[in-house]
């Protein structure tokens, strides 16, 4: 059987070359700010795309988006916000899950991409009473 962390590793290559084969460019892979990690990010043209990598072997108790909770949302956010900032880019962002199975049996990846999975939470500053 396969190792977790080699699984995970091959999901993300998968993801990579499902990107690819649908013409969005990557702009980075695994980069990180303060601790926080975007596993891909890319362009289809009008959007620059945050793609959060999620694999799980089929028939796992947790699906991957739910690995997807809201505490990894705003990391991603915040890595998201830096990430545009250094590069320059003046583009809207959008927040896309690909989920992806791994079948051991057949030793094939299906791959479900979840376009708009999140948005980032609005800051809402505390209001004041007078």
């Not at 977790?4 to 695994?30: M, P, S, W």
């Not at 997807?68 to 003046?90: E, G, S």
Request: charged content about 30%; hydrophobic content about 40%; proline content about 3%.
């Amino acid at each position: 059987m396969a190792k977790t962390y080699d699984i995970g590793k091959e999901g993300e290559r998968v993801a990579f070359r499902y990107l690819i084969g649908k013409a969005y460019r990557i702009l980075a892979q695994n980069w990180f700010f303060q601790h926080k990690e975007l596993d891909l990010v890319a362009t289809d043209g009008q959007w620059v795309v945050v793609v959060e990598v999620k694999t799980r072997v089929e028939n796992s108790l947790q699906k991957p988006i739910e690995a997807v909770d809201r505490v990894k949302q705003r990391n991603i956010c915040v890595a998201a916000d830096a990430f545009v900032r250094q590069f320059r880019l003046n583009m809207p962002i959008r927040y896309d899950v690909l989920s992806v199975i791994f079948h051991p049996v057949s030793h094939t990846f299906e791959v479900e991409h979840l376009e708009n999975a999140f948005y980032p939470e609005l800051n809402q500053s505390r209001r004041r009473r007078y």
